[in-house]
């Protein structure tokens, strides 16, 4: 093949991935229209405390064993399952990846405010990227992160 045909022939492979990707994105915005209604900065939080009676229960249905000194890490990242599965995106979300940072331990009746905001949008494969944050009392920092969704009506 000669530089001219490949030329031509990287020029008409670039032509048809252009097409598809515009197919695609035209697709996505017909069936998703909540996907497009997004908007980056677009955030939801949610506050809870969790006593010591709600903490021994959770240990009792968890089965884990002995009292519980400071929230468990899982019912913290249970706020923000909440808020993404619930609220933002909310239903339809599929979670494909989640990342915590723990900074400090949240004391049983301590009030927790989670939130999570929309970072990026991938309008192609209609993915959303949203930073997560969860704050105690006077706002200290107990956990931080992001998390990546899939979204699917």
Request: aromatic share 6%; net charge negative.
């Amino acid at each position: 093949m000669s530089e001219t045909e490949t030329a031509m022939s990287e020029s008409e492979t670039a032509l048809s991935d252009t097409k598809k990707t515009s197919s695609a994105k035209k697709a996505t915005q017909e069936s998703l229209p909540r996907f497009h209604a997004l908007q980056l900065g677009d955030s939801v939080a949610v506050q809870r405390s969790f006593d010591r009676q709600a903490l021994a229960e959770w240990g009792r249905l968890a089965n884990v064993g002995g009292t519980c000194g400071e929230v468990p890490e899982p019912l913290i990242a249970g706020l923000f399952s909440y808020l993404l599965g619930e609220e933002l995106p909310g239903h339809g979300t599929n979670y494909l990846k989640q990342h915590m940072r723990f900074h400090a331990l949240a004391q049983p009746g301590e009030l927790l405010t989670a939130t999570v905001a929309v970072t990026r949008r991938r309008p192609d494969k209609a993915l959303v990227n949203l930073q997560t944050r969860c704050t105690g009392d006077g706002g200290r920092l107990i956990c931080d992160g992001d998390a990546l969704v899939l979204f699917q009506c």
